[in-house]
Structure formats: structure tokens, C-alpha cells
């Protein structure tokens, strides 16, 4: 790929690289039924996560009009993190196209990051058993910096770990959290339609909304005129 203004590229994770919804719902479905709580539908879960597991954890119990006390949501999120590291990789699968557009950016010397609110750890994990963590220069993770998405931090911190730099950096991204902390940082947000999100994607103030991962390269050629 040529023409393109961007050598960095960051991406989101969880409904962006990888269709991630189905193991997640089986952790979160762990949690729920030690509190005798009914299971959530993989549709369901596609749009309550973004703004990491905590949250998704609180939307939940909301859900069936439960406030968890801090302590009750330290241990809810501590089951969700034991069931789900230990089957991270077990429905979880590629977006179509995902793996055509990294070798097409890497051997094109396109610096890449990976900038999510899934912990460094699981982040790594993953991407480890699915086969592409070799394409990234940086695993971005809610906890490897201060504030993650949707602060701007986090993008800037992806950024700087992938050897990039912000005028020619862009996110490709699914959720609410990916187009704020886009525009927190300056930088332009493409959003992948399949993704996960409570709100349509065409309204979440994306540059640009796209159905396939395919659409990438030509979408950056258009973004940088
Ligand atoms: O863990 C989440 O809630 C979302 O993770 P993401 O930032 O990779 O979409
Ligand atoms: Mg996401």
C-alpha cells in the first residue's frame, strides 16, 4: 500500500480485530450465575463492552437493577478474569481479512499498536494463540497505562510504544471509547461496522465507518487527501 500519510496505524481490539463476544459472554455468564443472575446473549454482550471488563461487569448487574458494592465488584471482576484467561482463545476468532490487511501494512513498513481496554496480559494471550501478535510493535493494555480509552493518553502512549508519530498516526476502532479518545488525541478514527457498540456506528462521529476490515488500505488512501 502506498499514498497513504499514515506509518502508524493503532487498532482496537475487541470487536475490531478479533470477534471476541462469545468467549467474553461465557466469562461474564460465569459471573452472573454465581449470583443467580439469567445469562446474557452473545448480541448482548456486542453491546455492552468497550470500556473494559469492569464496566461491562457494573452495565450487567444494572441490567437486572443491581448496584455491586466495591468490594462485590472486585471479586465479581476477579471470577470474570479467572474464567476468561483460561479460555480466552476458545470461540474467539479473526474478523475476516484481518490477517490479508496486517501482512499488507507490515511488509509495507507500517508501524502497528494494538490500544485496548483488555489488560496487557490477556491482550498479549490472545493475539498469541490467534496468530497475529508478531504483526504489532506494542500491546497498549487498560493497565499499561494511567488512563486508558476514551482518554487520550492511551492513544498517545500507543503511539510513542510503536515508534510512530501523532501527525501520521490513526485508530481503527469500534466504540464510543475509540472515537473519544481519538479526537481527545487529535487523531482521525475509522470505525468497523461489525463492531461492538450501544450506539449505531454511523453515529458515533467516526471520520469514516466501513463493513470490512478489506476497506482498510483504500480508506487510508482516501483519508490522506
Ligand atoms: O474490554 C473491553 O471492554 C473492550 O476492549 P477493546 O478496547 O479492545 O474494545
Ligand atoms: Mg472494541
Known sequence: MTDSRFSCVLFDLDGTLVDTAPDLTGAL??????HNLAPF???KVRNTVGFGARITIERSFAHYGKTLSED?????????LAHYSENICKNSTLFPGVDTVLEDFKSNGIRMSVCTNKTENLSLDLLEQIGVSHYFSSICGSDTVPNKKPHPDHIFSAINRAGGITEESILIGDSMADVESARAAGIPVIVMRYGYTAIPSDELG?????????????ALRDLSH
Open 206 to 218: 467516526a471520520d469514516l465507518v466501513l463493513d470490512a476490515f478489506s476497506q482498510i488500505p483504500q
Open 29 to 34: 455468564n460465569h459471573v452472573l450465575s454465581q
Open 72 to 80: 462485590a465488584l472486585d471479586l465479581a471482576h476477579a471470577q470474570f
Open 41 to 43: 446473549s452473545v448480541q
